[in-house]
């Protein structure tokens, strides 16, 4: 198959409003489970998904946190500006940028551009009884997104503060609706834990603390890894063709102890959300970069999007992720940092997932794309079933488990 000319108006189905979940459950592991295995669908209700797992398997989650990435400024005519953040500038950790004081760069959208051509905006507000005035000024153009330069005049407030005063959730657009106080609690995973994503992993989100112990229980081990969810993952497909679709860069950490997990379970996992999907095929093919070079720098090893398709990958993938405990050994390092552009599609042959716990997409989505993929084309008969027996869709919709 020619992964790059896939239309993506074959990835299309009917999705009334209605059927898109505005508001989460009361009880989010009450939602419905559909259960996909080996091409039999049947369905039952979140709370039981431990039951269909295989004891003594290996579970993998995201555990970024949603950070209150939206920040409106009013201009003195009265225009309102949206500064939407998309990924540190400056500094460009994200663990730094949280907490740097004075003064810090981001990549952001602009909501109502047009009405601010120069100048510098402020609001004023007060953090932990201190009063702040927080200004921004817009720098380069970078792609779709702009250089914004971001200063304060209180050393004694970091960014993390600042966010949480004045920040808004952000929830998905096709919500259709305003972020609600509610949302800061329902929009993010019971274990989230690192500030970083735009979006929730939304696959996490019917996950509460009685279905993982009940995983626990099942002898299911538990590993966590970090992957920042970007604006691009409700960037809709606008070529015909997917060639012309660019995926965002996602920036990844994965620590040394979750790969020696993934070894030691012959480099086989049960993924929760396509976010966990994606940074566990990643690795795959960053220790086929290091078994080719293994004097790579950690920014060398980023994936390209189109990389899988067009690389030998022979290497059996506990060997490939060998070779990435290796680099960590030489260089001393207890995780991995690095970023990933990989887009999964029909024609992707998954070298690490096994099982997938995933919520239903987007039409002509790259969601749907991977979620195609993995059960080998069969999505339209599961897309049809779960329309067909009342399921809510996207991110505070119902659930699947998918076992090709």
Known sequence: MDTKHIRISDYDYPLPDGRIAKFPLAERDHSKLLVYDHGSIGDDIF????SHLPAGALMVFN???VIQARIHFRKDTGALIE??????????DYEQMFQATGCCSWLCLVGNLKKWKEGRLSRSFTVRGHNVTLSVERGPEHHTSHRIDFSWDCPEVTFADILDAVGELPIPPYLNRKTEESDKTTYQT???KIKGSVAAPTAGLHFTDRVLKAIDERGIEREE??????AGTFKPVKSAEIEGHEMHTEYICVHRHTIERLIAHGAQAIAVGTTSVRTLESLYYMGLKLAAN???????????????????AALPPVEALGHILR?????????????????????????????????????????????????????????????AHDFRFLSYGDSSLLIP
């Open 47 to 50: 709370c039981n998904l431990p």
């Open 63 to 65: 555990n970024t946190k």
């Open 83 to 92: 500064v939407f953040l998309l990924e540190p500038a400056a500094p460009a």
């Open 190 to 192: 019971v274990y989230s």
């Open 225 to 230: 890894l970090t992957l920042h969810v970007g």
């Open 294 to 312: 293994p004097d790579l720098g950690e920014e060398q090893l980023h994936v390209g999007q189109w990389e899988p398709y067009e690389t030998d």
């Open 327 to 387: 680099f960590l050994d030489r260089h001393g390092l207890g995780s991995l940092h690095s970023s990933t552009q990989i887009i999964i599609a029909p024609g992707y042959k998954y070298k690490i997932v096994k099982m997938l716990v995933t919520n239903f997409h987007q039409p002509q989505s790259t969601l749907l794309l991977l979620v195609s993929a993995f059960v080998n084309g069969d999505w339209r008969c599961i897309y049809d079933y779960a329309l």
